[in-house]
C-alpha cells in the first residue's frame, strides 16, 4: 500500500513589497525578519543547500536550523530568495494564481546527464556501450510498464509480469492487462516522439492505456463528465488528499497543458519536450482500472 500524507501546509509568505511599517509578532514582521536572516551567512549556507534540493516546507521544518532561529523564519528566507530564479509556466489553479517553479541548478545537471548517458534512443553509438545501453533501456522501459501498473492498482508480481511480457501470452486478468496495455502504450509512444502533445493525443494515449480495463469501454479515451465527482482520499481514514478542477474546466486545462509541453521558455533553456531522454507524455494520462476516467 502507498503512505499517501497530506504535507503539512507552509507558513503564509508576506510580499516584500508591504513589509515596510509592520509592527512586531505579526506576519509581516516575521517576514522582515527573515529578509533580515539572509544577511547572515549561516542562514545563507542552509537557503543555499534548501534550493540546491529544493526542499518543501516539511523537508525544512524536519531539519537543524541555524542559531536560534525558528524554521518559520528560515523558511521564509529560503522563499524571499527563491523569486529572483522563479519561471511562470502558463498554467493556473483553480483559482487562476500562476503556477512558478525554480529549475535548480542540480536538477538541471540531471537532466542533461540522463541526456547525455540514456539518450533514450536504441540502436545509437557503437560497439558494446551501444549493446549495454540498448539492454538498459529496453528493461528500463518493461520495468516502467510493471511499475506503473502496479501504481495505479494492478496486483500482479514483477515475476509474472515479466513473464507474461516476455512470453507475450494474452492477459488473464484485468491487472496483466494493464501492465499489457502500458507496455504496447510505451512501445507505441517511442514512435510518436516528434508528435506535439494535445488534447487528442493524451485522449488517444488514455484510451490505449485503459483498454479493456473499465466496465464501460466507453469510459477510455475520454475526459471526466461534471457528473462524475471525483475526491482523491485516503482509505485509513477518508482524509480528502485532493479534489481535481472541475469537469468544466478540463478542456481548456489540457489545452494549457498541451501548449507548455509544446513551448520553450522565452530564453530558450527550458523545454518541457527537448532532450532525448524526454517522458512519454502517456505518465499524464493513466487512470486506475474500474475506476472513473481522472484524465
Do not use: C, M, Q
Given at each position: 500500500m502507498l503512505d499517501m500524507r497530506k504535507p503539512t501546509p507552509p507558513p503564509k509568505l508576506i510580499p516584500t513589497t508591504v513589509i515596510e511599517g509592520s509592527h512586531d509578532g505579526s506576519p509581516v514582521?516575521?517576514?522582515?525578519?527573515?529578509?533580515?536572516a539572509l544577511e547572515r551567512p549561516d542562514v545563507r549556507a542552509v537557503v543555499e543547500r534548501a534550493n540546491k534540493s529544493y526542499w518543501s516546507w516539511d523537508d525544512l521544518r524536519r531539519r537543524p536550523t541555524?542559531?536560534?532561529?525558528?524554521?518559520?523564519?528560515?523558511?521564509?528566507?529560503?522563499?524571499?530568495?527563491?523569486?529572483?530564479?522563479r519561471r511562470i509556466a502558463g498554467l493556473v489553479d483553480v483559482s487562476d494564481k500562476p503556477f512558478a517553479f525554480v529549475l535548480t541548478d542540480s536538477v538541471a545537471a540531471e537532466l542533461h546527464s540522463n541526456d547525455l548517458e540514456i539518450g533514450g534512443t536504441i540502436g545509437a553509438g557503437s560497439g558494446q556501450f551501444r549493446e549495454q545501453r540498448d539492454?538498459?533501456?529496453?528493461?528500463?522501459?518493461?520495468n516502467e510498464a510493471i511499475a506503473s501498473s502496479q501504481l495505479e492498482g494492478a496486483s500482479t508480481t514483477r515475476k509474472v509480469a515479466r513473464e507474461l511480457l516476455k512470453t507475450g501470452r494474452k492477459p488473464r486478468t484485468t491487472s496483466e492487462r494493464m501492465i499489457l496495455n502500458n507496455d504496447q502504450t510505451i512501445t507505441w509512444l517511442r514512435d510518436q516522439k516528434d508528435r506535439p502533445l494535445s488534447p487528442e493525443f493524451v485522449?488517444?494515449?488514455?484510451?490505449?492505456?485503459?483498454a479493456g480495463t473499465f466496465?464501460?469501454?466507453?469510459?477510455s479515451g475520454r475526459l471526466r463528465r461534471p457528473d462524475e465527482n471525483v475526491l482523491v482520499v485516503d482509505a485509513r481514514d477518508n482524509e480528502v488528499m485532493h479534489v481535481p478542477p472541475p469537469a468544466e474546466q478540463l478542456p481548456t486545462r489540457l489545452e494549457r497543458m498541451c501548449?507548455?509541453?509544446?513551448?520553450?521558455d522565452s530564453d530558450g533553456e527550458f523545454r518541457p519536450r527537448g532532450g532525448a531522454s524526454r517522458r512519454p507524455p502517456g505518465r499524464r494520462a493513466r487512470t486506475r482500472a474500474g475506476s472513473e476516467p481522472r484524465a
Open positions: 514582521r516575521k517576514t522582515a525578519l527573515a529578509r533580515d541555524p542559531g536560534d532561529l525558528p524554521a518559520e523564519t528560515v523558511w521564509h528566507a529560503v522563499r524571499l530568495s527563491r523569486p529572483r530564479h539492454r538498459y533501456v529496453l528493461r528500463s522501459l518493461t485522449l488517444d494515449i488514455h484510451r490505449r492505456v485503459t466496465e464501460d469501454d466507453g469510459d501548449d507548455f509541453a509544446n513551448a520553450a
